[in-house]
Nanobody, 122 residues
Framework: QVQLVESGGGLVQPGGSLRLSCTTS????????MAWFRQAPGKEREFVAA???????FYADSMKGRFTISRDNTKNTVYLQMNSLKPEDTAVYYC????????????????WGQGPQVTVSS
């Protein structure tokens, strides 16, 4: 069983930055595809970014150039650096993991974190 523990959410003003972290249990983190999804109130969960074990990355079009996903296999941790935040980025952000190939589909991920809240507001 893989457990994901996220941190780094909070309140930020428009144009500001936040970095989310997701640390996993287990000794095979380097073999997992890791991803971030988000869900705003009343909306479906949407793909944000993903990174494979080979460090191939995918981004949702609306996040390209603003968000950066990275991983540190020595710390079993994946990060999401979010810059130039907008009010529409307000959502619960979920970390996800799976041993299969990188995907933008939430159903492709077996393990999920609890989801920190990110609120972008002045």
């Amino acid at each position: 069983q893989v457990q994901l523990v996220e941190s780094g959410g909070g309140l930020v003003q428009p144009g500001g930055s936040l970095r989310l972290s997701c640390t996993t249990s287990g000794r095979t983190f380097s073999a997992y595809t890791m991803a971030w999804f988000r869900q705003a109130p009343g909306k479906e969960r949407e793909f944000v970014a993903a990174i494979s074990w080979t460090r191939t990355t995918f981004y949702a079009d609306s996040m390209k150039g603003r968000f950066t996903i990275s991983r540190d296999n020595t710390k079993n941790t994946v990060y999401l650096q979010m810059n130039s935040l907008k009010p529409e980025d307000t959502a619960v952000y979920y970390c996800a993991a799976d041993r299969r190939s990188i995907s933008r589909d939430a159903s492709a991920y077996e393990y999920w974190g609890q989801g920190p809240q990110v609120t972008v507001s002045s």
